[in-house]
């Protein structure tokens, strides 16, 4: 497999820490979080992560259909994660695969997803149930690991200012 490839599949496996990051402990009522007309919810959100995982499986397979919502946030949530492990499958394979295709998906859906990723963090926040910060770097990410069951922090910030009562930093 060329460095094209694991790095791309090294970035899914970063797009699904830092998603299931974002939804860990999530309380219930996350799923339908509103900030305002016209925004999306968190279920949405995921449902479009989803359905440009989709349409990057489209790029390196065949064209698929669009995705419909799926009723509930949890199975939308396996979805996302089933497209990635899809995806991550697909690029380990053998085929042709030219480094312009590459360069495009991560400038397309790849960083769109990853876009959203960000979001469902900050909606966190603004639904009142921050997501704690960390060290990034220092994160145990494998591009084995597409999947929701990710990693606790490796280095969380033990100072966060804006910490809810009774927080502390995870052992992990």
Known sequence: MGPERR?????????????????RDAPPEFAGHRVAPGTRTPHE?????????????GLVTTPRPLLET????DE???RFHALLETLAVR?????????ELA???LQGPL??????????????????????????????????????AQSLPVSPDREWPEAPAGWSAPTG
């Open 7 to 23: 790095l791309l599949r090294h970035f899914l496996a970063t797009l699904a820490y830092r998603t299931q990051k974002a939804l």
């Open 45 to 57: 959100l995921v449902r479009h992560m989803s359905g440009v995982l989709n349409y990057a499986l």
């Open 70 to 73: 799926l009723p509930t946030f």
């Open 76 to 78: 939308e949530i396996r």
């Open 91 to 99: 690029l380990a394979e053998e085929f042709e695969f030219p480094i």
């Open 103 to 105: 360069e495009r998906l």
């Open 111 to 148: 960083a769109d997803a990853m876009t959203h990723a960000g979001q469902l963090t900050m909606l966190r926040r603004l639904a009142g149930s921050p997501v704690p910060p960390e060290d990034f770097f220092l994160a145990h990410v494998s591009a084995e690991n597409v999947g929701p």
